[in-house]
């Protein structure tokens, strides 16, 4: 293999689509930061062309992002087309991005922007009608990225984590410590009950304090059905992981309860999001109801 054929070989197109509202914009700016050659808006009709120069290797820049979207109108539906054939003869990854209807809503009500598809158009109807125009170029997507959860910092990680790092793992998870007094969070995916481990609300000398603290942490860590029930997690955790990154799930979810969300599931959180991260994944956690009174 010559030096032209390893430039060409090399070469890394991605087509960049998405609901508006949904972070399309921010997701381009990473692609940028990254070394991409970057196109916003460029019309569907002239991918094909993109596509022949950039892979016969004319230039110098080896990897590219196109971002298409509904301000192309109808002739987005010809995304579909294009990119088959596209992928037929040259590499490429079709990356979609959502959101869900509400953070849609919400984001077009705060900057008070209108939706593309008319402003004649009711936002919610317009978000609605945009993801049915957009289900097939959905379907066909090599990765789907749900913006639901994610801030602007985490947006970012993950796409440079997917794109920059063949090895990474691209998944962010999210360890929420809850109380079931307070019910159980709307969004977790996978939801641990550590009732049954003993509660340090009862020990009058840990009571003030929440399950970050140093000494409630060892107390809780002290009995050997703790550190069974971590080990059992840990396992699962390290099996199931990998087969949603197959699927193409971008966010985790893992809620892990007590009574009060302050003592036990908030120790056993920061636990199970330091394992996390010691086995490369970006993790993050959040305790929900550690301010609240309760056990």
């Known amino acids: 293999m010559n030096r032209s ?10 087509i960049l689509t998405g609901l508006s509202g949904s972070g ?34 004319r230039g110098e820049a080896f990897r590219a992002a196109l971002l298409v979207d509904a ?10 087309r294009i990119f088959r054939e596209l992928k037929a003869k040259h590499p490429a990854t079709l990356v979609f991005v959502e959101a869900s209807d509400a953070v849609l809503q919400r984001r077009f009500s705060e900057t008070r922007r209108p939706h593309p598809l008319g402003q004649q158009v009711p936002i919610l109807e317009g978000i609605r009608e945009e993801r049915r125009r957009m289900a097939t170029i959905r379907r066909l997507a090599d990765v789907v990225i749900d913006t639901t959860k994610f801030n602007v910092h985490e947006l970012r990680q993950f796409i440079i984590e997917r794109f920059e790092k063949a090895s990474s793992r691209p998944l962010l998870v999210s360890v929420v410590s809850f109380g079931f007094r307070y019910g ?21 000398r840990l009571r003030p304090f929440s399950g970050k603290d140093a000494r409630v942490a060892r107390y ?30 971008s966010y985790l979810t893992v809620a892990v309860g007590c009574t009060g969300g302050r003592h036990r599931s908030v120790a056993l959180a920061e636990v199970i999001r330091r394992a996390l991260q010691r086995k490369g994944y970006s993790a993050k956690v959040v305790h929900r109801d550690i301010d609240k009174t309760g056990s």
């Open 5 to 14: 054929e390893r430039k060409r070989d090399s070469r890394q197109l991605v």
């Open 24 to 57: 399309k914009g921010s997701v381009l700016n990473t692609f940028e930061d990254l070394g991409f050659y970057c196109v916003d808006n460029l019309p569907v009709a002239l991918i094909p062309t993109f596509s022949e120069l950039y892979s016969e290797g």
């Open 71 to 80: 301000r192309e109108g109808q002739r987005i539906e010809e995304l579909p």
């Open 184 to 204: 159980i969070p709307a969004d977790a995916d996978l939801v641990f009950d550590v009732r049954f481990l003993p509660n340090p609300h009862f020990v009058p």
């Open 220 to 249: 809780i860590r002290s009995f050997p059905q703790t550190g069974e029930f971590l080990r059992r997690i840990e396992s699962l955790l390290a099996y199931l992981i990998p087969h949603y990154i197959r699927e193409g799930k």
